[in-house]
Nanobody, 124 residues
């Protein structure tokens, strides 16, 4: 079992920044597929970024590339999502996800473990 806890959400104005954190605990392995997803009310869950701990490569969806960035604190099992130049369309609940899979994926169904989500609201 893996437990994921997100934090860092909040309300900002357009152009503002937030940093989300995902603290992982439990049966962690050296190579873990991880991703951030978001879901707005009435919408399906969509990918934000995906990567594999222990492998190179970080894959951002087009709408956030250049504005969002992921960093890893492997010593403390924390993954952070830095979000800059936020836009109203970024408003959503953001989820951290993890899975023992060896390859990155943008498909929510490929992730076994999910955090509870943290709300991000961007006002115009």
């Amino acid at each position: 079992q893996v437990q994921l806890v997100e934090s860092g959400g909040g309300s900002v104005q357009t152009g503002g920044s937030l940093r989300l954190s995902c603290a992982a605990s439990g049966d962690l392995r050296s190579r873990v597929r991880m991703g951030w997803f978001r879901q707005a009310p009435g919408e399906s869950r969509e990918e934000v970024v995906a990567f594999v701990i222990g492998k190179s490569g970080t894959y951002y969806t087009d709408s956030v590339r250049g504005r969002f960035s992921v960093s890893q604190d492997n010593a403390n099992n924390i993954v952070q999502l830095q979000m800059n130049n936020l836009k109203p369309e970024d408003t959503a609940t953001y989820f951290c996800a993890a899975d023992p899979g060896l390859y990155w994926s943008w498909r929510p169904d490929d992730y076994q473990y999910w955090g509870q989500g943290t709300q991000v609201t961007v006002s115009s």
